[in-house]
């Protein structure tokens, strides 16, 4: 079974710029949670989805949002990019929305705004 | 609030050692708790998930176990190989339904 897909693996946008990461999730998994990992802040949760609606959010700015389309891939798009937003973008899917799913994750998107 | 801890932040060891790793959680009201591996510049592994009934989970040569009344969590690795080193993180599921993780512990083997 193949595993969390990411893409793209690399990006490097500049100031200002909008990004779209996408994430395809196992097969057969319905729920896809996005997270942001940097050196200063470590691994901070963004949002979940789950049957094409979020349903959980992080502390994080309207700036960085997301959607599921009906196939259960994700993505996520931050618009007007700020150097802070450098970072290791994970995503991670799950069976199913909550507990007791246990998550597994991609091998993230490592974004670079310079 | 929950707030996730994971002391200590790096640990070296010999090859060979049996080791803890800690985990300490301020709302015990939680749903599970999760344990990853990370290697350098790559995702996480998923190790062990420990529903909130449970008491340990066991997977080869990893045990965890969770006291959610005293807010604690530790990862037990028998006969460490080199190969165990990665950064390991701990994620509690909350009643507020967010996974918040600690910071890590970056285990070094050495040979």
């Known amino acids: 079974k193949a595993g969390v897909t990411q893409t793209p693996r690399y990006l490097i946008k500049t100031r200002g710029q909008q990004v779209t990461l996408s994430c395809s999730p196992i097969?057969?998994?319905?729920?896809v949670s996005w997270y942001q990992q940097t050196p200063g802040q470590g691994l901070q949760f963004l949002f979940e989805?789950?049957?094409?609606?979020?349903?959980n959010k992080g502390n994080f700015p309207g700036r960085f949002s997301g959607r599921q389309f009906s196939n259960s891939r994700s993505e996520m798009n931050v618009s007007t990019l700020e150097l802070g937003d450098s970072a290791l973008y994970l995503c991670?899917?799950?069976?199913?929305?909550?507990?007791?799913?246990?998550?597994?994750f991609g091998p993230g998107t490592r974004l670079t705004v310079t | 609030k929950q707030e996730v801890t994971q002391i200590p932040a790096a640990l070296s060891v010999p090859e060979g050692e049996n080791l803890v790793l800690n985990c300490s959680f301020t709302?015990?009201?939680?749903?599970?708790l999760q344990w990853f591996r990370q290697d350098p510049g790559k995702g996480l592994t998923s190790l062990l998930l420990?529903?909130?009934?449970?008491r340990e989970q066991t997977s080869g040569r990893l045990n965890a176990s969770l006291d959610k009344s005293s807010g604690r969590s530790t990862l037990y690795i028998a006969a460490s190989q080199p190969g165990d080193s990665a950064t390991y993180l701990c994620?509690?599921?909350?009643?507020?339904?967010?996974?918040?993780f600690g910071s890590g512990t970056r285990l070094s083997i050495r040979p």
């Open positions: 989805y789950f049957s094409e609606t979020q349903r």
């Open positions: 709302d015990s009201a939680i749903y599970n």
């Open positions: 420990i529903q909130s009934s449970q």
């Open positions: 991670a899917s799950s069976l199913s929305f909550g507990s007791p799913y246990e998550q597994y």
């Open positions: 994620a509690v599921y909350s009643s507020a339904s967010k996974i918040i």
């Open positions: 097969s057969g998994h319905r729920s």
